[in-house]
């Protein structure tokens, strides 16, 4: 099955947390799909280049407050990962474990979500979301 991944962001957050909420998300894709990046790349001049995303990641926005229920949509899909507010307030990761274990999900706010599926099931999802600017 191919896969179509995307990252979609709240559009009231400001670009550098923007950048680094897609960065994390990114990393994270590449841990739950690893076939999603490429070989190592030698240059002319025997330079080697380690592997990049074999496939487009568009990066949308969206008003904070629909980010829950694109999340919610996307219950179902392969890959559905979220970078909560949680995460944004927590002093290292084992803090963010215990924010996170302390509600429920519908106790989260998700500032950044990234989904991946069949392209189908991505387009109906997100497929009216612009790209960021």
Known sequence: MSIKPVIILSDSLPVGLKAN??????????RFEPALV?????TSDGIVLAGITTVALPVL????EELPDLFAAA?????????????????????Y???I??????????????????????????????LLR
């Open 75 to 95: 219950e179902n899909l392969p890959v559905r990962l979220a970078y909560m507010r949680a995460a944004f307030e927590a002093r290292n990761y084992e803090d």
């Open 101 to 130: 274990a302390a509600a429920p999900l519908a106790g989260h706010t998700p500032q950044a979500i990234l989904l991946a599926g069949p392209r189908k099931a991505i387009d109906r999802i997100c497929g009216r979301l612009p």
């Open 61 to 64: 926005g969206a008003p904070q």
């Open 97 to 99: 474990s215990q924010r």
């Open 21 to 30: 909420f897609a960065a994390v998300l990114g990393m994270s894709l590449g």
């Open 38 to 42: 490429g070989a190592d790349t030698p």
